[in-house]
Nanobody, 123 residues
Framework: QVQLVESGGGLVQPGGSLRLSCAAS????????MRWYRQTPGMQRELVAT???????NYADSVKGRFTISRDNAKNTVYLQMNNLKPEDTAVYYC?????????????????WGLGTQVTVSS
């Protein structure tokens, strides 16, 4: 099993910045892709950014040029630096990873979700 704990959310004024962190723990062999999603009430969860184990990056068009995803493999942690925040960025942000684990000696590859952290952009 893998546990994901997000942090760094909060209330920020338009134009401000926040840095989200997501630390993975558990019986981890390695982590492949790491992602950030976001969701607002009544809407589907939206993929915001992805970073692969090889460092390839992908962003939603709505955040390109403003958000930066990065990872620290030694710490099993993924970050999302969010600059020039807009009210429409308000959402619960979720961390998501694909990870290899070895429970009871058997290699597994599964997808895991964090519980989310609230980001509110408002004046």
């Amino acid at each position: 099993q893998v546990q994901l704990v997000e942090s760094g959310g909060g209330l920020v004024q338009p134009g401000g910045s926040l840095r989200l962190s997501c630390a993975a723990s558990g019986n981890i062999i390695s982590i492949a892709a790491m992602r950030w999603y976001r969701q607002t009430p009544g809407m589907q969860r939206e993929l915001v950014a992805t970073i692969t184990s090889g460092g390839n990056l992908n962003y939603a068009d709505s955040v390109k040029g403003r958000f930066t995803i990065s990872r620290d493999n030694a710490k099993n942690t993924v970050y999302l630096q969010m600059n020039n925040l807009k009210p429409e960025d308000t959402a619960v942000y979720y961390c998501n990873v694909d990870a290899y684990t070895r429970p009871a000696g058997l290699l597994r590859f599964d997808n895991y979700w964090g519980l989310g952290t609230q980001v509110t952009v408002s004046s």
